[in-house]
């Protein structure tokens, strides 16, 4: 009896022991996972500074540096788009003239 008692207990641990080792190698993944995404991260934050010539942001060191170039890159996409939108302007209005004088030139006699 005693010993059926303690081939269950050590089936018991077993059982246990092999739960924690399927559950640890899944943490141990999701570690690799989490740490290839922060390098990849890193990647990216650096070649983006330096594509627009971010300076100060060679070594990423937390996440406020990131929220710094972030804050740099909509400073500048706004910046971008208001350029476009007057370069928009200013062919549509170049379009209205040339326009304009087709019709001043047809109306001439």
């Known amino acids: 009896m005693k ?3 303690l081939m269950g207990e050590i089936q018991r641990v ?3 022991l ?8 899944g943490l141990e ?3 690799r996972a989490n740490e ?3 390098s990849r991260r890193e990647e990216v934050v650096k070649e983006v500074a330096r594509k627009h010539g971010y300076r100060g942001m060679e070594v990423i060191m937390d996440d406020a540096q990131i929220d710094e170039i ?3 890159l909509l400073q500048s996409l706004k ?3 208001k350029g ?9 209005l170049r379009n209205v003239v040339k326009i304009a004088r087709l019709e001043y030139s047809r109306e001439s006699p």
């Open 29 to 31: 993944e999701a570690k």
């Open 36 to 38: 290839r995404s922060l």
């Open 14 to 16: 077993r059982d246990e």
């Open 18 to 25: 092999a739960a924690k080792t399927v559950a640890m190698g």
């Open 3 to 5: 010993r059926q008692q």
């Open 70 to 72: 972030k804050v740099l």
């Open 79 to 81: 910046e971008e788009k």
């Open 84 to 92: 476009l939108d007057k370069i928009k302007v200013l062919l549509h």
